[in-house]
């Protein structure tokens, strides 16, 4: 199990939540911000930094942002696992799914 970060992150991006990861396993895309599902150690360190409360656990994502669960690993079958999001930086990885979302906050 891991952590899912789901639809308020989207082109928020605020970054407190990879401030407080202890194994950097937080990676940014283009509109938001993703945790790798083999990388993250389940501490939940991040989930009360979210000011946007974007975080669950895998098993708490609310039904109508179950496609979020998909997204955060599909934004790694293009990535891989590179050991650690600092060596990667922002990528254009994002899934399609949420390259077509609206933009969001407007």
């Known amino acids: 199990m891991t952590y899912v970060i789901a639809e308020p992150c989207v082109d928020v991006l605020d970054k407190a939540c990879i401030d407080e990861c202890p194994v950097d396993c937080i990676y940014e895309g283009e ?13 939940g360190a991040c989930e009360p930094v979210c000011p946007v409360e974007a975080i669950y656990y895998e098993d708490d994502v609310p039904d109508n942002w179950s496609d979020y669960t ?4 599909d934004f790694f079958d293009t990535l891989g696992s ?3 999001a600092s060596k990667v930086g922002k990528t254009s990885h994002d899934p399609a799914f949420i390259k077509a979302l609206a933009p969001q906050g407007e």
């Open 70 to 73: 998909k997204a955060n690993v």
């Open 31 to 43: 509109r938001m911000l993703y945790i790798h599902p083999d990388e993250c150690v389940d501490c």
């Open 82 to 84: 590179p050991g650690g």
